[in-house]
Nanobody, 112 residues
Framework: QVQLVESGGGAVQAGGSLRLSCAAS????????MGWYRQAPGKQRELVAT?????STNYADSVKGRFTITRAKNTGYLQISSSKPEDTAVYYC????????WGKGTLVTVSS
């Protein structure tokens, strides 16, 4: 069984920074890719960023240049910089090891 636990969410003013973490445990290896998705109120869940086992990264256009995804062993990170009110959402950690796994989410609120 795989568990993904997010942390680091919270409230920040526009222009501020946050670092989200996702700790994966259980039968997680090998990890093919990890990533982050987000869901704002009244909107569908959307891709934010992913990173493969080979460290290739992919970002949504809306966060390019502001967000950075990294990974160290079984922990994934999302550095949020130059935050905007439209970044407000619940952020979900995702991991694929042949199957997709999801965390329960962490709320990020950016005030103007």
């Amino acid at each position: 069984q795989v568990q993904l636990v997010e942390s680091g969410g919270g409230a920040v003013q526009a222009g501020g920074s946050l670092r989200l973490s996702c700790a994966a445990s259980g039968s997680i290896f090998p990890i093919n890719a990890m990533g982050w998705y987000r869901q704002a109120p009244g909107k569908q869940r959307e891709l934010v960023a992913t990173i493969t086992s080979g460290s290739s990264t992919n970002y949504a256009d809306s966060v390019k240049g502001r967000f950075t995804i990294t990974r160290a062993k079984n922990t994934g990170y999302l550095q949020i910089s130059s935050s905007k009110p439209e970044d407000t959402a619940v952020y979900y950690c995702w991991c694929n090891n042949g199957m997709d796994h999801w965390g329960k989410g962490t709320l990020v609120t950016v005030s103007s």
